[in-house]
């Protein structure tokens, strides 16, 4: 079996096909009450992503992206390009590095150059087979880029730094060969790094795997791979003066927004504030679709996890708002979820992003 997700009331397991007898058994000796969600994993998978026609580009200006299917990282790469070439007085695009096969790693500025803004980060893509987070990540950029000036000062005055793709190589993989592939692509005994484990704030503690071949193995030590030294280089470095203030990394599945700590079952000092922005960011998400997130801290509400982004963005390098927010759905679907939900999972995503924003934009 492999773990998909879960919390402290329940548990999403893959079975294969030849352990399905056993597994059943196991649970009904010991007394553990199962349902099936998805009967076929592999229909699922095919009916996911429906191939788009030609015939759906011919509306689009300078990109392919269409927000009706799931993309390849060529189409979201020309997508920021296309934005770069297009807005150059809002948008300057920034290779930050590459990843360990040599795809760049892309970061998107959005900015209206007031000298008073504070820098917000915000990320998708660092595990592989979560297709709904670029998609979610590339609907908002796209929503920024062409909404902006027609936004309150809180959204405004903020320097947007949008990674779409944070494992680029692990992205394609999951598209061409394996749909369920989480890591990164490093070669080794087994292939791939956990790169939300590789982050350098209480990294290779508890939730952390030390042995290759596990799903949330580690790394060889704190920012061993080039995509999460790439992501620490250019915060830590390059960041043109604006005040870091809040860290905002979009992941799948199960519909919770997560703040520090991950590494162990202990919450910041300012975890008030942290919970009352969350909350505020899943009432904006209710209003707009209706949809339900729950809140609290990572450990507690799910299970430690050392090593994650958002707990070195907080303890490392002081962001105040930092936040992991676990997209659509709560399980029937899981990691395969039918692309036609990305324009609803987008827009509440969106509504949670200007609940944190509008705190930082103003100041708080």
Same mark, same amino acid.
């Given at each position: 079996?492999?773990?998909?997700?879960?919390?402290?009331?329940?548990?999403?397991?893959?079975?294969?096909?030849? /352990?399905?007898?056993?597994?059943?058994?196991?649970? *009904?000796?010991?007394?553990?009450?199962?349902?099936?969600?998805?009967?076929?994993?592999?229909?699922?998978?095919?009916?996911?992503?429906?191939?788009?026609?030609?015939?759906?580009?011919?509306? %689009?200006?300078?990109?392919?992206?269409?927000?009706?299917?799931?993309? %390849?990282?060529?189409?979201?790469?020309?997508?920021?390009?296309?934005? #770069?070439?297009?807005? @150059?007085?809002?948008?300057?695009?920034?290779?930050?590095?590459?990843?360990?096969?040599?795809?760049?790693?892309?970061?998107? &500025?959005?900015?209206? =150059?007031?000298? =008073?803004?504070?820098?917000?980060?915000?990320?998708?893509?660092?595990?592989?087979?979560?297709?709904?987070?670029?998609?979610?990540?590339?609907?908002?950029?796209?929503? *920024?880029?062409?909404?902006?000036?027609?936004?309150?000062?809180?959204?405004?005055?903020?320097?947007?730094?949008?990674?779409?793709?944070?494992?680029?190589?692990?992205?394609?993989?999951?598209?061409?060969?394996?749909?369920?592939?989480?890591?990164?692509?490093?070669?080794?005994?087994?292939?791939?790094?956990? *790169?939300?484990?590789?982050?350098?704030?209480?990294?290779?503690?508890?939730?952390?795997?030390?042995?290759?071949?596990?799903?949330?193995?580690?790394?060889?030590?704190?920012?061993?791979? @080039?995509?999460?030294?790439?992501? %620490?280089?250019?915060?830590?470095?390059?960041?043109?003066?604006?005040?870091?203030?809040?860290?905002?990394?979009?992941?799948?599945?199960?519909?919770?927004?997560?703040? @520090?700590? =991950?590494?162990?079952?202990?919450?910041?000092?300012?975890?008030?504030?942290?919970?009352?922005? #969350?909350?505020?960011?899943? /009432?904006?998400?209710?209003?707009?679709?209706?949809?339900?997130?729950?809140?609290?801290?990572?450990?507690?509400?799910?299970?430690?996890?050392?090593?994650?982004?958002?707990?070195?963005?907080?303890? !490392?390098?002081?962001?105040?708002?930092?936040?992991?927010?676990?997209?659509?759905?709560?399980?029937?679907? =899981?990691?395969?979820?039918?692309?036609?939900?990305?324009? @609803? !999972? #987008? !827009?509440?995503?969106?509504?949670?992003? &200007?609940?944190?924003?509008?705190?930082?934009? %103003?100041?708080?």
């Amino acid at each position: 079996i492999s773990t998909w997700g879960g919390n402290i009331t329940s548990l999403d397991i893959l079975v294969k096909p030849q /352990s399905l007898q056993s597994v059943s058994k196991a649970l *009904l000796d010991n007394n553990i009450g199962y349902e099936v969600i998805i009967q076929d994993l592999q229909k699922a998978i095919d009916e996911e992503n429906p191939p788009l026609n030609e015939d759906d580009y011919e509306d %689009r200006a300078g990109h392919r992206l269409t927000w009706q299917s799931y993309h %390849r990282l060529a189409d979201i790469y020309g997508f920021l390009d296309y934005l #770069a070439a297009s807005h @150059p007085n809002l948008c300057s695009l920034h290779t930050i590095g590459n990843s360990i096969e040599g795809r760049p790693l892309k970061v998107l &500025k959005i900015s209206n =150059g007031n000298p =008073g803004n504070k820098a917000v980060w915000v990320d998708g893509g660092i595990h592989a087979r979560e297709w709904i987070s670029p998609a979610t990540v590339t609907h908002i950029i796209n929503y *920024l880029v062409e909404n902006l000036n027609r936004e309150d000062g809180a959204l405004q005055n903020i320097d947007w730094h949008i990674l779409a793709v944070g494992n680029p190589d692990g992205y394609e993989y999951s598209h061409t060969t394996d749909r369920l592939w989480r890591k990164n692509r490093r070669r080794g005994q087994c292939y791939g790094t956990d *790169l939300n484990r590789n982050f350098g704030h209480h990294w290779g503690g508890k939730g952390s795997g030390k042995h290759p071949c596990q799903e949330i193995y580690g790394g060889s030590g704190p920012f061993s791979e @080039p995509e999460t030294a790439a992501i %620490r280089n250019y915060i830590t470095g390059t960041n043109a003066g604006a005040p870091w203030k809040a860290y905002i990394s979009f992941h799948s599945y199960g519909q919770y927004i997560l703040y @520090p700590w =991950g590494y162990d079952q202990v919450v910041p000092q300012d975890h008030g504030d942290l919970q009352a922005v #969350a909350n505020k960011a899943a /009432s904006a998400i209710r209003a707009v679709t209706g949809a339900y997130y729950r809140v609290g801290s990572s450990a507690i509400l799910l299970y430690p996890a050392s090593g994650g982004s958002d707990d070195w963005a907080k303890g !490392t390098v002081g962001m105040k708002y930092a936040y992991t927010i676990e997209l659509r759905d709560s399980g029937r679907y =899981g990691f395969v979820l039918p692309a036609s939900y990305i324009i @609803p !999972t #987008a !827009t509440e995503a969106l509504a949670a992003l &200007k609940a944190i924003a509008s705190t930082v934009g %103003r100041g708080a």
